[in-house]
């Protein structure tokens, strides 16, 4: 065999280890196949990681396999044991163990003399741990499916919904599973086009004439044509393995990607694609270069370099490029000839960008000069390529500035000069500014009814409310909680499995004569109820109109709090009140380890002097810490006209995983909260509510976690069990929360020190007592064992409290409780 194999590799110029190799490589378009024959999700998972281990021993032998599972246990061990940074820290120890690899086996001389070692998987490895993590760490995949690591062209989603026939391989009306073969054989014969096309042009472009006597003594041109033809040469070495790549996951079933939208619709196997020949060889532009070579690398760059060194509000600009293409040089290896192509690159991406700045720049009626600019960036793109490749080939230092030596550098001058000439000369693009305006406004209506499309579900049934809002009757499958990836085949837990122990009575709270509370029972009503019900198996939803989402400040806000809007008791820096305008009066129990809380809240309808000002009074459910890691689920009312267009009293929720930034939001304005319940709707209006001397109001609600499935509840008075947060929605509420806070909010929107006259729960302090300041009553926590209990070591906490205070007290009929709210500005508060 081992002579075969010889013979085999003298045949086609290669060697031993590199044939046994190609051998392997090619031998996963058959295991692939007989994928699809295995039985049962188990099963399948066995086949590919014994299928997986056995070519990778075939390809490198033992000693090199072990080499995989050190950024494996890696990064398996970062997102177990600290799971806010496992994505950086990942990323770090993977990329160093892989430096590592590369500089003991010396990788690039193994590969540019014809061998072959495992370092070249162990890339593609990394970058596929790196991205488990760092999508662990932003909350997208569910604890406890660590245990799989997923090939070089998809993300572990992908993998996970392939094996188990979930996704887009579900069934679907569109037709049976589509066929693969056509597909395969596409690429196939793509691969056998592009190892021909290297067999016939190697010989004749070795890269040895670089530095070669003869070669120098060319003239400019053909040394340029040389380069071309080297670069040209060398990439169909790669077209004919990632063809072969792409065969093997076409015929898996893995590289289908959807259907297309023709009639009939036919199916899509572009989720393998790695890289467009034509598209490469005939780039217009080098900014579409990283579109259409090694497209998953280049992919993975984007999302997970890139734009990660984008700060919020800010254009990525030079430095988020060549940062990005250094990453890309040092995951090749720490060679110069690496280094120099990458950073190289970088300059050919930005100058191709100004250039194209130039050519948007032309008006429409001066087309012969668009087209030579088009025809510039073509040349220029085609040229400077070329020329950079060469260190990409050669790696060596002495190789690298020969080559570039031999042309004057004229692919590292001209990036150079059409950068600082896209800086002398700057372009705008030639538009009017009403025809800007025009764009502008039709983009943003878009935006906002494709945002609409979203968040409005088809409905069974549709309520008009009196104060105006429209409820929809959606079918409880149908909600916006599955949207999200990781719910599309999740099965509704209609009833939690634990409710927890000692349960208050709710009560009506009425007394128009004394100071001491007289109790009766009180059934919750929202005035949407006055005009109808949702039927059994449909959930009340209210309706977003586009002028709900037009008053946020983008349609990327809507439904979202801004960051760093959590009462952080101890902690009233008047810079950090101005900062925020969020202020608040609280009760806080914070040290151990909490599962839920309960709280029955007086109801108001408090004024509001802003529009963009709201206050509300609800509990908060909080773990880690107030810095971009905190957890926080929330429950209560509010009256917010920026949100909702009117100054009623609203039931809402809110939650979030990172602090306010990307995740979370109110209500069900974005997928999470999943509602079972068919009576209650998440932003409807509460009625009654309170009046001042006259008869109070109030409404209890509790959330726990569930110690069974670990998901997070919420109870809406004594019979309404409204729906739960999941738990892989949360890093640290995964576990347990760390901190629990009742009272209220208010946004203070004045400049300058002042004031606003917002008012907080019944707008009085809270020294004025029952059925005139507004109050928490029977709070409570839930503890480890599921029990409802009095809350230990409460404090209190309010930014200022000449604006806003709170008091607390405790006695048998309302256990711990507390007064809390205020005017606003008052001659104390200016």
């Given at each position: 065999?081992?002579?075969?194999?010889?013979?085999?590799?003298?045949?086609?110029?290669?060697?031993?280890?590199?044939?046994?190799?190609?051998?392997?490589?090619?031998?996963?378009?058959?295991?692939?196949?007989?994928?699809?024959?295995?039985?049962?999700?188990?099963?399948?998972?066995?086949?590919s990681a014994i299928a997986g281990a056995l070519l990778s021993y075939l390809s490198f032998g033992f000693s090199s396999n072990l080499h995989f599972l050190v950024p494996m246990l890696l990064g398996y061990a970062s997102m177990v044991l600290y799971r806010p940074k496992c994505g950086i820290i990942t990323f770090f120890l993977g990329f160093g163990y892989l430096i590592?690899?590369?500089?003991?086996?010396?990788?690039?001389?193994?590969?540019?003399?014809?061998?072959?070692?495992?370092?070249?998987?162990?890339?593609?490895?990394?970058?596929?741990?790196?991205?488990?993590?760092?999508?662990?760490?932003?909350?997208?995949?569910?604890?406890?499916?660590?245990?799989?690591?997923?090939?070089?062209?998809?993300?572990?989603?992908?993998?996970?919904?392939?094996?188990?026939?979930?996704?887009?391989?579900?069934?679907?009306?569109?037709g049976p599973s589509p066929s693969p073969y056509v597909a395969t054989l596409r690429a196939l014969l793509q691969a056998a086009f592009c190892m021909a096309m290297y067999l016939n042009?190697?010989?004749?472009?070795?890269?040895?004439?670089?530095?070669?006597?003869?070669?120098?003594?060319?003239?400019f041109w053909r040394k340029l044509s040389y380069q071309y033809m080297s670069g040209f040469t060398m990439r169909w070495k790669y077209y004919f393995i990632w063809s072969i790549s792409e065969a093997a996951i076409i015929i898996s079933g893995l590289g289908f990607s959807g259907w297309t939208e023709s009639s009939p619709p036919k199916p899509k196997w572009d989720r393998a694609k790695l890289v467009d020949i034509l598209g490469f060889e005939l780039a217009k532009s080098s900014v579409l270069l990283p579109l259409v070579w090694n497209i998953q690398v280049s992919t993975w760059l984007r999302h997970y370099v890139y734009e990660r060194l984008v700060k919020k509000g800010k254009k990525p600009g030079f430095f988020q490029l060549l940062a990005t293409q250094t990453v890309s040089a040092v995951w090749h290896g720490l060679y110069p000839g690496y280094i120099i192509f990458f950073v190289q690159s970088a300059l050919m991406i930005a100058g191709s960008r100004a250039i194209y700045q130039w050519e948007k720049a032309i008006p429409t009626n001066m087309g012969l000069m668009k087209k030579a600019l088009a025809l510039m960036n073509f040349v220029y793109t085609l040229l400077v390529l070329n020329y950079s490749c060469v260190g990409f080939m050669v790696l060596s230092m002495h190789e690298t500035l020969a080559s570039y030596g031999s042309v004057y550098y004229i692919g590292t001058i001209l990036p150079i000069a059409m950068i600082m000439l896209g800086y002398i000369i700057p372009v705008k693009p030639a538009r009017s500014k009403d025809r800007k305006e025009k764009l502008s406004v039709s983009r943003q209506k878009i935006q906002v009814q494709n945002h609409l499309n979203r968040l409005n579900k088809p409905a069974v049934k549709t309520i008009q409310s009196p104060d105006g809002d429209i409820i929809d009757c959606v079918h409880i499958s149908h909600q916006p909680a599955f949207d999200h990836p990781f719910l599309k085949d999740h099965k509704v837990q209609m009833r939690p499995n634990y409710h927890p122990e000692g349960l208050f009575d709710e009560n009506k709270v009425s007394d128009t004569d004394t100071e001491k509370p007289k109790q009766r029972s009180n059934s919750i009503t929202q005035l949407w109820h006055i005009n109808g019900k949702c039927p059994q198996g449909t959930i009340p939803i209210r309706r977003t109109k586009e002028e709900d989402v037009l008053r946020a400040s983008s349609v990327k806000r809507y439904g979202k709090k801004k960051h760093r809007a959590i009462p952080q008791p101890r902690s009233a820096d008047p810079d950090l009140i101005n900062e925020s305008g969020h202020q608040h009066a609280i009760a806080y129990v914070?040290?151990?380890?909490?599962?839920?809380?309960?709280?029955?809240?007086?109801?108001?309808?408090?004024?509001?002097?802003?529009?963009?000002?709201?206050?509300?009074?609800?509990?908060?459910?909080?773990?880690?810490?107030?810095?971009?890691?905190?957890?926080?689920?929330?429950?209560?009312?509010?009256?917010?006209?920026?949100?909702?267009?009117?100054?009623?009293?609203?039931?809402?929720?809110?939650?979030?995983?990172?602090?306010?930034?990307?995740?979370?939001?109110?209500?069900?304005?974005?997928?999470?909260?999943?509602?079972?319940?068919?009576?209650?709707?998440?932003?409807?209006?509460?009625?009654?509510?309170?009046?001042?001397?006259?008869?109070?109001?109030?409404?209890?609600?509790?959330?726990?976690?569930?110690?069974?499935?670990?998901?997070?509840?919420?109870?809406?008075?004594?019979?309404?069990?409204?729906?739960?947060?999941?738990?892989?929605?949360?890093?640290?509420?995964?576990?347990?929360?760390?901190?629990?806070?009742?009272?209220?909010?208010?946004?203070?929107s004045e400049p300058d020190g002042h004031h606003t006259s917002t008012q907080m729960g019944s707008g009085r302090f809270p020294e004025e007592g029952f059925g005139k300041s507004s109050y928490f009553r029977n709070i409570q926590v839930v503890d480890d064992s599921n029990?409802?209990?009095?809350?230990k070591g409460l404090g209190t906490f309010t930014e200022q409290s000449n604006c806003y205070d709170v008091e607390t007290g405790s006695n048998g009929d309302w256990g711990h409780y507390f007064y809390y709210g205020g005017p606003g500005k008052n001659p104390n508060c200016p």
């Open positions: 065999m081992e002579l075969d194999m010889e013979t085999m590799a003298a045949s086609i110029g290669v060697s031993v280890p590199v044939i046994r190799f190609l051998l392997c490589f090619v031998a996963t378009i058959p295991v692939s196949f007989l994928w699809r024959l295995v039985p049962g999700r188990v099963a399948k998972h066995l086949y590592g690899c590369h500089v003991y086996y010396m990788s690039g001389d193994a590969w540019k003399q014809g061998g072959i070692d495992a370092t070249g998987a162990l890339m593609v490895l990394t970058l596929k741990v790196i991205s488990c993590a760092m999508n662990y760490n932003d909350g997208l995949l569910k604890r406890g499916r660590l245990n799989h690591f997923a090939g070089p062209v998809y993300e572990m989603k992908d993998y996970l919904d392939w094996t188990e026939g979930k996704g887009i391989w579900a069934h679907s009306e569109k042009l190697a010989p004749y472009h070795p890269l040895s004439w670089f530095t070669d006597p003869a070669y120098h003594k060319w003239g914070e040290g151990g380890k909490y599962y839920g809380a309960k709280a029955t809240i007086n109801v108001w309808e408090p004024k509001i002097q802003q529009p963009n000002e709201f206050s509300l009074s609800q509990l908060w459910i909080l773990g880690g810490s107030f810095g971009e890691d905190l957890n926080s689920i929330e429950a209560g009312w509010q009256v917010s006209p920026d949100l909702y267009g009117d100054n009623n009293t609203r039931l809402f929720t809110y939650w979030t995983s990172d602090a306010y930034q990307a995740t979370g939001c109110y209500n069900l304005l974005c997928s999470g909260f999943i509602q079972i319940n068919s009576e209650i709707a998440m932003g409807a209006s509460i009625s009654p509510v309170s009046a001042y001397r006259n008869s109070q109001y109030d409404i209890s609600i509790l959330v726990w976690k569930d110690p069974k499935e670990g998901h997070w509840w919420m109870q809406f008075g004594n019979d309404y069990v409204l729906g739960y947060w999941p738990s892989f929605l949360f890093s640290y509420l995964a576990d347990s929360a760390s901190m629990i806070e009742w009272g209220g909010e208010v946004v203070n029990n409802l209990k009095a809350p």
